[in-house]
């Protein structure tokens, strides 16, 4: 009996030595303690507009907010993809609105503004430059340690394309091209002044396909199954540029690491295969009045329609997506394929080593690529 009470005790303190020896079996995911600092436009803000405009903000009212009870700041009816994303890296604290007063950013901040743009000055909101300077002016609450395994995350250039075609109908291709260059430069620009702030860890996504968005639907009249292509092919241009202008970047700068995130074909696979995906409706928006039901929602003069069911669309309003859509991205930018995020996915990412030169580049997809990173780290979004 004694000889068998030792066996058990010598076998559970084995087991307890070899559980903190190996805490990745502990944890589950080997996520380090580090934070997530967000940039960009409505698609990433947490509350921001709200602190800087003196006028209403939709998403300040119902039905913004709508699956978590109450308006929370955000443009979706509920979380957006960083809060999910937070969860994924075991951040318990939700990423706050840099903007507002009295709140924790322990563990990062939201510095992305609605109507964000890279070019010029934004009524009410904040370009990328203004917001990295903010960041700056911030930078005594995190350490140099932390800032450097930290991910940053970066979406931008919608609306300076959006702009661009509204108030350039007839710009040719040359133009277009001028000004695509002009737009990536900055971005380029802008994220090495964040690497001169001490990030090190760059997430980079690609622009959604901005004519198939609801509002640019509506506006240009396109009908229910068409996508205004001008913009989609800006938003192409844009997204070429970005994989090798960072390839270029992790090259020449020591420390420097990213990831590339394919939201233009992420967004376009549910388009054209919702039912895959378990969308019902993906031209048009839950909540809002119009042809394509993309314009007003939230506004409290404006008699919006809203859809019954939330979760069968893929947008929530005429540009932003709902939280099952926004969820099922920051699952995507955790864990899946090189189809989808490369070189490496956000939970690779933030476990590379500070400082160690990246040893796998941004490579343009093929249909060979897809198929041959099928059996990799992650997960298909085929």
Known sequence: MVSKCNLVSVLGVFLVLTLFQNPITVSGQNVP??????????????????ELTKTLVAQGFWPYGKSRDKPNGKFSDGFITPDFLAKSMRIVNEIVPALKP????????????????????????????QQIRKFNQMRANWDDELIRKSLFMIYIGANDYLNFTKNNPNADASAQQAFVTSVTNKLKNDIKLLYA?????????????????????????????QCYEKLNDLAKQH???????????ATSTPGFQF??????????????????????????SCCGVGT????????????????????????FDGRHNTEKSQEM??????????????????????????????????????????????????????
């Open 239 to 249: 997204n070429e540029k970005i994989g090798p202008m960072m390839n270029e970047m």
């Open 33 to 50: 303690v580090v934070a997530l600092f967000t940039f960009g436009d409505s698609n990433l803000d947490a509350g921001n507009k709200q």
């Open 197 to 225: 702030s001490g990030a090190s860890k760059f997430l980079i996504q690609t622009l959604a396909p901005l004519g198939c968005l609801p509002i640019s639907r509506q506006e240009y009249n396109t009908g229910l199954d």
């Open 292 to 315: 394509h039901d993309a314009y007003g929602c939230g506004l409290p003069n404006v008699h919006s329609r809203l859809c019954d069911y939330q979760r069968s669309y893929l947008f």
């Open 259 to 284: 990831s590339v995130f394919d939201f233009y074909n992420v967004m376009l696979r549910r388009m054209q295969n919702n039912k895959d995906y378990r969308f019902f409706v993906t031209n048009s």
């Open 329 to 382: 991205f920051s699952h995507l930018l955790f864990g899946a394929d090189q189809n989808v995020i490369q070189p490496m996915n956000v939970r690779e990412l933030v476990v590379y080593p500070v400082d160690e030169p990246m040893r796998d580049f941004w490579v343009p997809q093929t249909s060979e690529s897809v198929s041959s990173s099928s059996s990799s780290r992650g997960y298909e979004d085929l």
């Open 102 to 129: 009295n709140v924790n950013v322990s563990r990062g901040a939201s510095f992305a503004v609605a109507d964000a743009t890279l070019l010029g000055t934004p009524v009410e909101s904040l370009t990328l430059n």
